[in-house]
């Protein structure tokens, strides 16, 4: 019997597999907002996971550092007693390569970029 931990991942690639569309339309949703550091400005896709993230049970909030650098918070209520989870991650983001051909669109309905053939493959 796998730990939860594999079967959480397991659960995960299913559900990416069976969403390919889905999961590369918000892939490219959140690449859409410019977040590169530097400079940082993390303020147009805390705004979009905001949007993302809201719903009936789940509270949202933004949270500055700086002018330019937001972070989100979020708190997904249950009703359940017992430990929580606590998920940290970045807003900014390494400067983003070959931006023009990756928010064009041109996806196959595997999720797969569609290169004419005087462009190159997107590298590093």
């Known amino acids: 019997m796998p730990d939860g931990k594999q079967s959480a991942r397991t659960s995960l690639k ?8 889905e999961v590369v339309d918000l892939a490219l949703r959140l690449l859409g907002r410019p977040s590169q550091n530097p400079p940082g400005d993390t303020r ?4 979009e996971v905001v949007a993302l993230l809201a719903g009936p049970n789940i ?3 933004i949270h ?6 937001h972070n989100v918070v979020a708190r997904v209520r249950g009703n359940d007693e017992g430990s929580r989870l606590i998920l940290n991650g970045h807003l900014d983001t390494f400067p983003l390569g070959c931006r023009r051909a990756l928010l064009s669109g041109r996806y196959d309905n595997l999720g797969k970029l569609r290169l004419s ?6 590298i590093g």
């Open 117 to 122: 053939n005087h462009e190159q493959p997107c």
């Open 44 to 47: 147009g896709i805390a705004g």
């Open 64 to 69: 500055p550092s700086a002018s330019e650098i």
């Open 59 to 61: 509270d949202v909030q």
């Open 14 to 21: 299913r559900y990416a597999q069976e969403n390919k569309r």
